[in-house]
């Protein structure tokens, strides 16, 4: 019988043999490998939907409404959605995967609304669930991209509002560059919630490309989401290998145990140097 060093080795040294042999790699990437860069994810043990449940708090209908009766909710479930994501700058994880593309043509499809794979510099990354660095208007176009800087002053407004008396104008006022109502006048996070369509054209681009490649990294997800989570299906019907990297079990046909930030720079140093 193998010991578990044997085995782990063996895993490398499968998923760096695809790798080299691979003509195009997609990396699909989700919450678990922003982790390290201090952004928790949604399923995990301080996962925010167990503090804000989706049904009151992940589709915007619910979210105004929610803020006329309860502001102070409202906020923080806001500043738990935008400091770490104001505060982030790319790991190990992002940077290996961006390095990638030196050696192989690698596109990133992520679930994830960070920016942090173009803070790394991977190109293309197709966001299947938008961005919250981009704002859109009330028929989905894009009116404007935000900066890093920009969340971080409206994270100063909202915590700044949650000490004043008449709570709901502060919080308005405070999103206004990111969440605006009016009469005739709309504008929110180009972020797909739940019942919202997938953010295209990133989605068509991301199935091609999933149908397209010969290795699939499937890197911090648990794929629980639908339908992003069809994408590793999609890509193993057409005959691509699929690795996880993750720290808990993911059906796939390796599996690198561990976090993204320790697994995907020994990958890549192992499979090209
Ligand atoms: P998820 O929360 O359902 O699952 C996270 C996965 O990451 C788990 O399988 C977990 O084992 C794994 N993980 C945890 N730490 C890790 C690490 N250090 N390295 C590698 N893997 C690690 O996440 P999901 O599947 O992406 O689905 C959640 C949805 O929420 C997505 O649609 C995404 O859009 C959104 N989300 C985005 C962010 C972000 O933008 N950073 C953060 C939270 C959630």
Do not use: Y
Request: aromatic fraction near 6%; charged fraction near 20%; include cysteine.
């Amino acid at each position: 019988m193998s010991s578990p060093v044997n085995a782990r080795e063996a895993s490398f040294e499968t998923a760096a043999a695809w790798l080299r042999q691979a003509k195009r790699v997609v990396a699909f990437t989700g919450a678990g490998i922003s982790q390290e860069s201090g952004i928790p994810t949604f399923r995990d043990d301080a996962g925010l939907w167990r503090e804000f449940p989706p049904d009151r708090f992940a589709r915007v209908g619910s979210l105004v409404k929610l803020a006329a009766t309860e502001p102070d909710e409202v906020a923080r479930f806001l500043l738990a959605v935008l400091d770490p994501i104001a505060a982030a700058s790319p790991n190990p994880g992002h940077r290996a995967l961006a390095a990638f593309a030196s050696h192989v043509r690698t596109e990133v499809i992520t679930q994830n609304i960070d920016g942090l794979h173009q803070d790394a510099g991977s190109h293309p990354v197709h966001q299947i669930h938008g961005s919250l660095l981009e704002v859109a208007g009330a028929g989905g176009e894009l009116v404007r991209t935000l900066t890093r800087a920009d969340l971080a002053r409206i994270v100063k407004g909202l915590r700044k509002s949650l000490t004043r008396r008449f709570r709901l104008g502060h919080v308005l006022s405070a999103v206004h560059p990111l969440l605006g109502f009016g009469s005739g006048f709309v504008q929110r996070p180009r972020v797909v919630l739940f019942g919202d369509a997938m953010a295209e054209p990133d989605w068509s681009r991301a199935q091609a490309a999933a149908r397209a490649c010969d290795v699939m990294l499937v890197v911090g997800t648990s794929g629980e989401v639908w339908p992003a989570s069809q994408l590793p299906t999609d890509a193993a019907a057409r005959g691509a290998r699929l690795i996880a990297v993750n720290p808990d079990e993911v059906e796939a046909d390796v599996w690198l145990r561990g976090r993204s930030g320790e697994v995907l720079p020994e990958l890549l140093a192992l499979t090209w140097t």
